[in-house]
């Protein structure tokens, strides 16, 4: 069974940082895409926004333009850890966090995803 655990999220001043982490479990890591995304206050039908994910084998990226240069996405794979280091955060950056693991992203769309329960990140202006 595949488990997500989120850990790290918490209240923030605009302009501090906080390390996310995503603890993977029941699959094997090195075939999965992982990936964050977020769901702001007051949004729940709305659909969740594509943060960043990394490919758990051969490293490469992906940000969305509004964390890029800000955030920044790391796997260990000897810990089955995805982290999301994120700098400078701003107001707009206050979410719920949900960690998400595919063996198949076309485009930025997790195919037959797995999520975690989420992690709240506030950011106080």
């Known amino acids: 069974e595949v488990q997500l655990v989120e850990s790290g999220g918490g209240l923030v001043q605009a302009g501090g940082s906080l390390r996310l982490s995503c603890a993977a479990s029941?699959?094997?890591?090195?075939?999965?895409?992982i990936g964050w995304f977020r769901q702001a206050p007051g949004a729940p039908g709305k659909e969740r926004e594509g943060v960043s994910c990394i490919s758990s084998s051969g490293g490469s990226t992906f940000y969305s333009d509004s964390v890029k240069g800000r955030f920044t996405i790391s796997s260990d794979n000897a810990k089955n850890t995805v982290y999301l280091q994120m700098n400078s955060l701003k107001s707009e950056d206050t979410a719920v966090y949900y960690c998400v693991a595919a063996t198949t992203v076309v485009g930025q769309r997790f195919l037959s995803p797995s999520w975690g329960r989420g992690t709240q990140v506030t950011v106080s202006s």
């Open positions: 029941g699959f094997i890591f090195d075939d999965y895409v």
